[in-house]
Nanobody, 115 residues
Framework: QVQLVESGGDLVQPGESLRLSCAASGMLFRLYTMYWYRQAPGKQRELVATITDGGRTNYHESVKGRFTISRDNAKNTLYLQMNSLKPEDTAVYYC?????????WGQGAQVTISS
């Protein structure tokens, strides 16, 4: 059974940084593309960042240059380093993977940016 568990969500001020983690189990983590999504109140869930098994990354235009997705295959952990945070980054952040054709989601981590 694949499990994804996010951590690191918090309330921070604009301009500050935060790092989210996603611990994966029940899968050969190193073989799979991993994703970070977010969902703000009243909005649809959107893809924020992607990292392939080979380490290639891709980002939503709104976070390019501020967010960095990475992975530690030895620890089965996915990360999202978020710098220069803005109020519009406020959302619940989810890690995700597609394993044997099934989408798996973590429980979400609340990130709130407010002064």
């Amino acid at each position: 059974q694949v499990q994804l568990v996010e951590s690191g969500g918090d309330l921070v001020q604009p301009g500050e940084s935060l790092r989210l983690s996603c611990a994966a189990s029940g899968m050969l983590f190193r073989l799979y593309t991993m994703y970070w999504y977010r969902q703000a109140p009243g909005k649809q869930r959107e893809l924020v960042a992607t990292i392939t098994d080979g380490g290639r990354t891709n980002y939503h235009e709104s976070v390019k240059g501020r967010f960095t997705i990475s992975r530690d295959n030895a620890k089965n952990t996915l990360y999202l380093q978020m710098n220069s945070l803005k109020p519009e980054d406020t959302a619940v952040y989810y890690c995700n993977t597609i394993y044997r054709g099934t989408y798996y989601w973590g429980q979400g981590a609340q990130v709130t940016i407010s002064s």
